[in-house]
C-alpha cells in the first residue's frame, strides 16, 4: 500500500514519475508561453517556447542521481518559428536570440538529506490521480555581477522561482512492475529578464507558464522542429549523459560563455 507520508514510498513514487527506476533514457517534454511583467504596465506575451530535459536516473547509496541536460527554443508566438533574432518592444532593437543549451543539469535525492528525509508535497486530485508538487524558490549570487554586465544583468543577485506539478495514477505508482510512469507537469517561472534580451536598465520580470509530459515513446517521439534544430546545432542533446558531472549549467553562465566566446 502506497503511503506517501513516508519517505521512501515518497522517494520511490517520484523517480518514477520524473524518471525511472532503472538507468534508462527519459525525455520530458515542455511548451507554453513567456509574458513580460512591468510594473504599471499590461503584461504582453513575447515568446512561444518548447523544450526538453534528457536524463536517466542512476541508484547510490541512500537515494539517486538525476544525470541530464536541457534545451528550450524561443520562438515567435504568431509563426511558431524557432527565433534566430528578437525585435525587442521595449527598447526597439534587434538581438540575437541565445537558447537553453543547459548541460548538464544534474540533481541528486537523497532518502536522509541535508535539509532532512525526502518529502515532496502530495495532493489527491481526483480517484486515480495525484499531484506530487515541488517549489524551488532561488535566491544565489549571480554569474553575471551588475558592474561588469550592467546591460545584461539587473542585479548582482539572481533570484526566481520555478513551480512544478506532477501528475500520475495512483495506481500506476502503487505498481511494483513498474520501474517508469506516465506523468504530465506544470510548470511556473518567475525570474528576471533573460540577458541576451539586453535589457537589464529596465524595471520587470518574466513569467513562464508551461504544460508537458514524460514523453513515453522517448527522443524520437519530441516535435519534429525541435529534433531537427538539436541534431543540426547541438546533437550531443539526442542522449542523455551517462557520468553525473558538476558545475550544472543555467541559462545566465551559458550566456557568459557566450559573450566571452564573442571576444
Not at 504582453?44 to 547509496?61: A, P, Q, T, V
Not at 525541435?226 to 542533446?237: G, K, L, N, S
Not at 549523459?241 to 550566456?255: A, D, L, Q
Request: glycine letters at 6%; one cysteine or more; a negative charge.
Amino acid at each position: 500500500m502506497l503511503d506517501l507520508t513516508q519517505p521512501e514510498h515518497n522517494l520511490r513514487a517520484y523517480i518514477k514519475a520524473r524518471a525511472s527506476l532503472q538507468p534508462e533514457e527519459i525525455v520530458f517534454w515542455w511548451s507554453g508561453n513567456i509574458y513580460s511583467v512591468i510594473p504599471g504596465q499590461k503584461n504582453h506575451l513575447l515568446f512561444k517556447i518548447d523544450g526538453y530535459n534528457i536524463g536517466r536516473c542512476m541508484e547510490i547509496e541512500g537515494g539517486y542521481q538525476h544525470l541530464m541536460r536541457e534545451v528550450t527554443f524561443y520562438k515567435n508566438p504568431s509563426t511558431d518559428e524557432i527565433l534566430e533574432r528578437w525585435s525587442n518592444p521595449f527598447t526597439e532593437e534587434e538581438v540575437p536570440v541565445v537558447h537553453v543549451w543547459n548541460d548538464p543539469v544534474n540533481q541528486t535525492y537523497l532518502l536522509n538529506g541535508p535539509y532532512g528525509p525526502f518529502m515532496m508535497p502530495t495532493l489527491s486530485v481526483g480517484e486515480d490521480r495525484l499531484c506530487l508538487a515541488l517549489d524551488v524558490m532561488l535566491a544565489y549570487p549571480s554569474p553575471l555581477p551588475r558592474a561588469q554586465y550592467p546591460k545584461y544583468s539587473q542585479s548582482d543577485l539572481y533570484q526566481g522561482a520555478e513551480l512544478f506539478q506532477f501528475f500520475i495514477s495512483r495506481r500506476d505508482a502503487e505498481n511494483d512492475a513498474l520501474a517508469s510512469i506516465p506523468c504530465e507537469i506544470s510548470w511556473t517561472r518567475l525570474g528576471p529578464w533573460l540577458p541576451w534580451m539586453a535589457m537589464a536598465d529596465r524595471p520587470g520580470n518574466l513569467l513562464y507558464q508551461c504544460a508537458g509530459c514524460k514523453v513515453m515513446g522517448g527522443y524520437v517521439a519530441l516535435p519534429e522542429d525541435v529534433r531537427a534544430y538539436v541534431e543540426q546545432h547541438q546533437p550531443i542533446y539526442t542522449q542523455a549523459p551517462t557520468e553525473f558531472t558538476r558545475p550544472n549549467e543555467t541559462s545566465w553562465t551559458y550566456f557568459k560563455k557566450y559573450l566571452e566566446s564573442r571576444k
